[in-house]
């Protein structure tokens, strides 16, 4: 238990996680032919979603047409059994470390309603900016870069550019 | 010759599980660098953590270096790989936009899914975000249309749109990450330490 509580803030070398995670793009994409993604299993979850409360306007729209079709479920994607091993293998790694417990981390400079409204903010910016640039992070950036695509590192340079200059305005959330 | 799957290789069947094995590397080496915490993550943007600067970079070029290496040796055709379309706004602008989320709520989708795991009530509020901000995009569509499907400059590569060769592309990429790493640790010796 002791021992747990001094770990709990020690995480890897950071080349020592960049190179396993480097590693398993490539694994990735010499098994399946591309890359990790993220983003995409909670595309398929709202369409999923939206196709179960209202299929008529699911149908309809342009947008979530493109992920309906009658053989499978829009949740039957690689995408999603990816997420869902995301999740087991960072509980894994948490459990491991004692870090699993439920709590909203934020800066003791502001409260934990603040913390969530801004997560909130954040999440729907993300989730806007991820559907316009057909991926995020992982699926634009990290995976573009490995085969060189012009669009991953021109979304790349856009996220860390855009967080650079807009990291002023929301300095007093974290330092 | 891989890719595995596409090739017949490895059949078809396997696709969902190996995603989920892969799913659990992926989520086990995300959350054991440390990002599952949004204060962590958010440490490059004010100099004080550069552990995203530093995994990213080193997974860039890891997997850049060894892809190349790969298809020199034979084992992979490179041109076989998916490569992520270029629509040109669409990047811009959907990157400037998920830049202001990132510092706005501390994560980006695969690392949120990772503190979820751990119980993290910010970032179940952040998953959530996200597919609110789905749904929006969804249901306006057809005001994001133009910018979505326009600007299409096909599954281009920087080869492609700088004719650099690209042993000397990675080269200098190596080399540009490698100062990076060293200016970063100049920086944080500088800033004053933050406690998480």
Redesign the interface.
């Given at each position: 238990m002791k021992n747990n509580q001094k770990n709990r803030?020690v995480?890897?070398n950071?080349?020592f996680?960049?190179?396993?995670?480097?590693?398993?793009?490539?694994?990735?994409?010499?098994?399946?032919?591309?890359?990790?993604g993220?983003?995409g299993?909670?595309?398929s979850?709202?369409?999923s979603?939206?196709d179960t409360v209202a299929p008529t306007h699911a149908e309809n729209?342009?947008?979530?047409s493109k992920f309906i079709s009658d053989e499978k479920s829009p949740m039957?994607t690689?995408?999603v059994?990816?997420?869902?091993?995301?999740?087991?293998?960072?509980?894994?790694?948490?459990?491991l470390?004692g870090?699993?417990?439920?709590?909203?981390?934020?800066?003791p400079k502001i409260t934990?309603k603040r913390?969530?409204a801004?997560?909130?903010?954040?999440?729907?910016?993300?989730?806007?900016?991820?559907?316009?640039?057909?991926?995020?992070?992982?699926?634009?950036a990290?995976?573009?870069?490995?085969?060189?695509?012009?669009?991953?590192?021109?979304?790349?340079?856009?996220?860390?550019?855009?967080?650079?200059?807009?990291?002023y305005f929301?300095?007093k959330?974290?330092? | 010759m891989?890719?595995?799957?596409?090739n017949g290789i490895?059949p078809h069947e396997w696709?969902?599980i190996?995603?989920?094995?892969?799913?659990?590397?992926?989520?086990?080496?995300?959350?054991?660098?440390?990002f599952?915490?949004?204060?962590?993550l958010?440490?490059?943007?004010?100099g004080?953590d550069?552990?995203v600067l530093?995994?990213?970079?080193?997974?860039?070029?890891?997997?850049?270096i060894?892809?190349y290496y790969?298809d020199y040796l034979g084992?992979?055709d490179?041109t076989?790989?998916?490569?992520?379309?270029?629509?040109?706004w669409?990047?811009?602008?959907?990157?400037?936009?998920?830049?202001?989320?990132?510092?706005?709520?501390?994560?980006?989708?695969?690392t949120?899914?990772?503190?979820?795991?751990?119980?993290?009530?910010?970032?179940i509020?952040?998953?959530?975000?996200?597919?609110?901000?789905?749904?929006?995009?969804?249901?306006l569509?057809?005001l994001?249309?133009p910018?979505?499907e326009g600007f299409f400059?096909g599954?281009?590569?920087?080869?492609?749109?700088l004719g650099v060769n690209?042993y000397w592309?990675i080269f200098i990429f190596t080399l540009i990450a490698i100062l990076s790493f060293v200016i970063s640790d100049i920086i944080r010796k500088r800033n004053k330490k933050?406690f998480?």
């Open positions: 803030h995480y890897w950071p080349y996680g960049g190179f396993l995670l480097g590693i398993l793009i490539l694994f990735t994409f010499y098994i399946t032919g591309r890359g990790l993220a983003s299993a909670m595309k979850s709202v369409v979603i939206v729209s342009a947008y979530y039957n690689w995408l059994f990816e997420a869902l091993g995301v999740l087991i293998g960072a509980f894994i790694s948490g459990g470390t870090r699993i417990n439920w709590r909203v981390q934020h800066s934990s913390r969530l801004f997560a909130l903010g954040g999440g729907i910016l993300f989730g806007l900016g991820a559907q316009i640039a057909r991926g995020c992070t992982s699926g634009a990290l995976s573009g870069m490995a085969v060189l695509s012009t669009g991953g590192f021109i979304t790349m340079l856009a996220i860390f550019g855009s967080a650079f200059a807009f990291a929301f300095r959330n974290w330092i | 891989g890719p595995l799957i596409p490895i696709d969902s190996i995603a989920i094995l892969i799913g659990i590397v992926f989520g086990f080496v995300l959350e054991a660098s440390g599952s915490s949004s204060r962590k958010a440490g490059l943007f004010y004080y550069f552990a530093k995994v990213f970079f080193t997974a860039a070029i890891v997997s850049l060894g892809m790969m084992y992979v490179i076989q790989m998916y490569v992520h379309p270029t629509y040109l669409g990047a811009i602008i959907g990157g400037i936009i998920m830049g202001v989320g990132f510092v706005a709520g501390g994560f980006c989708p695969g949120s899914l990772c503190a979820v795991a751990i119980g993290k009530i910010d970032a509020v952040y998953v959530i975000g996200i597919m609110i901000g789905v749904f929006i995009f969804s249901e569509y057809f994001f249309e910018i979505y400059m599954n281009i590569t920087l080869i492609d749109s690209p592309f933050i998480y």
